[in-house]
């Protein structure tokens, strides 16, 4: 909720300049958090950017920040452990896929959704077996508890609006954990 600032957030690039108190040089690649990364220019506080691996282009690293962050806060919070179970709304989306490679490194379960086919087909190729379409909630809803065995969830990783909230709430176990980052249509807590 609110003003999220100027667009962007995740950027990626070479110091040009650094404060003589930040442990920056010059022509360090760097990626993570910064101040308008859109512009040829951006500013960046020292704590919100870390040297660049070598193995990631500066393209690839500019998509980790904001989606893995967003991830970590939302699973680590809601205390996911191995072998629980995890609902991970659009899935194949920037942090479906960063929810998932947490879970499978955690040894949790996940059921997913997704829109298309050929994106049934990519998180297939990720080892994802259990996965519903993200096109219609009440479908989704019957193919999830079909996928768990009739086991309730143990967190819900939502990003959809609508009837999706209910559904997502109705497959979580009693003092489970709904993790809620979509913007629209959200609840209230006391609902």
């Not at 709304?89 to 947490?102: D, E, N, P, S, T």
């Amino acid at each position: 909720p609110g003003d999220p600032g100027p667009p962007g957030g995740d950027t990626s690039g070479v110091v040009c300049e650094a404060g003589s108190t930040s442990g920056r040089v010059v022509g360090d690649p760097v990626f993570g958090l910064g101040h308008a990364p859109l512009a040829r220019l951006a500013r960046a506080a020292t704590e919100l950017i870390a040297r660049k691996p070598k193995t990631l282009s500066h393209e690839q690293a500019s998509t980790l920040p904001v989606t893995w962050s967003t991830t970590h806060a939302a699973l680590e919070r809601s205390s996911l452990q191995a072998g629980q179970h995890l609902v991970i709304q659009a899935v194949a989306g920037g942090v479906g896929l960063k929810a998932l490679g947490y879970a499978q490194w955690l040894c949790a379960g996940v059921v997913g959704t997704a829109g298309g086919r050929h994106k049934h087909q990519q998180l297939r190729c990720l080892e994802v077996w259990s996965l519903c379409s993200s096109r219609d909630a009440r479908s989704f809803m019957c193919g999830a508890a079909h996928l768990a065995c009739g086991r309730r969830s143990d967190v819900v990783l939502n990003s959809l609006s609508a009837d999706w909230i209910a559904a997502s709430f109705a497959l979580l176990r009693e003092g489970g954990s709904f993790a809620e980052i979509g913007k629209r249509s959200i609840w209230a807590s006391d609902r």
